[in-house]
């Protein structure tokens, strides 16, 4: 059954770093796009980041900008987030989707495939 995983979450103070990963069950990730969302309680699934199929080109969110930096290692079959000065409007759970085109969107339904996510809070 193909399936995404996520790790790498936690509690972490403001001004912390946690660094996400998402790997990939019974297939490769190298051929997908790949998003991260994040979604807090109350409120729309959000979309954080995400990566171009050949890792050429990546998007962020407003929110996120100059904070997280997301990367792929094709040789580890893993795509990471790399999240830097948290702070607490930062808290939610954290999706990994891997879409079967080859460039970026932050629209949910371009996904074919989600993880079951990961929680991040952000609190002191």
């Known amino acids: 059954q193909l399936q995404l995983v996520e790790s790498g979450g936690g509690l972490v103070q403001p001004g912390g770093s946690l660094r996400l990963s998402c790997a990939a069950s019974a297939f490769t990730l190298d051929y997908y796009a790949i998003g991260w969302f994040r979604q807090a309680p109350g409120k729309e699934r959000q979309g954080v980041s995400c990566?171009?199929?050949?890792?050429?080109?990546?998007t962020y969110g407003d929110s996120v900008k100059g904070r997280f930096t997301i990367s792929r290692d094709n040789a580890k079959d893993t795509v990471y987030l790399q999240m830097n000065g948290l702070k607490p409007e930062d808290s939610a759970v954290y999706y990994c989707?891997?879409?079967?085109?080859?460039?970026?969107?932050?629209?949910?339904?371009?996904?074919?495939?989600w993880g079951q996510g990961t929680q991040v809070t952000v609190s002191s």
């Open positions: 989707a891997a879409a079967r085109s080859s460039g970026c969107s932050f629209r949910p339904y371009d996904y074919d495939y």
């Open positions: 990566i171009s199929r050949s890792g050429g080109a990546t």
